[in-house]
Nanobody, 124 residues
């Protein structure tokens, strides 16, 4: 079993930055075998893909809406994945979720493990 705990959300003005962290625990996670992803869900909307990173951290994928502004990274020694969010916009406001799976990529149904979410609010 894998447990994921997000942190780093909060309230920020448009143009500001936040860094989200997702700490993972579980017997098999320390081997870095999981693809890690970030998703977000705004009120009244479906959960949407934000970014994902491969097991070794050598390849990442982003939704077009955040490309060039957000950066996903991982530290397998600390068993943590990060989402650096720069130039934030009001439309980035959502609950952000961390997810993990052995073969997931950019669809929610591909991920078996989810965190509880952290709120990000961007004011205009």
């Amino acid at each position: 079993q894998v447990q994921l705990v997000e942190s780093g959300g909060g309230l920020v003005q448009a143009g500001g930055s936040l860094r989200l962290s997702c700490a993972a625990s579980g017997r098999t996670f320390s081997s870095g075998i999981y693809v890690m992803g970030w998703f977000r869900q705004a009120p009244g909307k479906d959960r949407e893909f934000v970014a994902a990173i491969t097991r070794g951290g050598t390849r990442a994928n982003y939704t077009d809406a955040v490309l060039g502004r957000f950066t996903i990274s991982r530290d397998n020694a600390k068993i943590t994945v990060y989402l650096q969010m720069n130039s934030l916009k009001p439309e980035d406001t959502a609950v952000y979720y961390c997810a993990a799976d052995s073969t997931g990529w950019n669809f929610p149904h591909e991920y078996s493990y989810w965190g509880q979410g952290t709120q990000v609010t961007v004011s205009s």
